[in-house]
């Protein structure tokens, strides 16, 4: 089977090709087995439009069942790419947004050291581009909310 980097294009497969009520449910066009979505709901919607943008650059990296095991430069490209413009849009806003709401008893050197941690932590570069995972920007917000 294959890694994590098969997981999220998998995941913006299902996503693009099959309605919300179908994601997590288990079918002929859905085999939970293989790589099935076990996300929460955000971050499914995250690979819907990862699945979109993947589909109108070219519709074979998430042809749905036809595209399993699917690798190639130009998509893990894109992939890390997608990780680029989440952190952008979503990770980096958010940090910001913690350090000054929930750090306001910070002086402003201190949470801009705190954000500087948060952002350029080895551990989450490695984990959001070597693995493509979303799930920590995603958690963020959802702490913030």
């Not at 941690?117 to 920590?136: A, N």
Request: aromatic fraction near 18%; hydrophobic fraction near 45%; proline fraction near 5%.
């Amino acid at each position: 089977m294959f890694g994590d980097y098969e997981a999220q294009r998998h995941w913006m497969e299902i996503t693009y090709n099959l309605p919300a009520e179908d994601w997590y449910r288990n079918s002929s066009k859905n085999d939970l087995m293989y790589w099935g979505l076990d996300y929460p709901p955000l971050t499914a919607y995250h690979s819907l439009i990862c699945g979109y943008v993947a589909n109108w650059i070219n519709p074979d990296w998430v042809k749905l069942n036809e595209s399993r095991g699917f690798e190639s430069y130009e998509h893990k490209l894109f992939m890390r790419y997608t990780v680029l413009v989440a952190d952008i849009l979503i990770y980096i806003p958010a940090v910001v947004v913690f350090c000054n709401t929930c750090l306001h008893s910070l002086d402003k050197l201190q949470q801009v050291s705190v954000a500087a941690v948060m952002l350029l932590y080895p551990g989450v570069i490695l984990i959001d581009y070597g693995h493509f995972q979303y799930p920590l920007m995603i958690f963020l917000w959802t702490y913030l909310l």
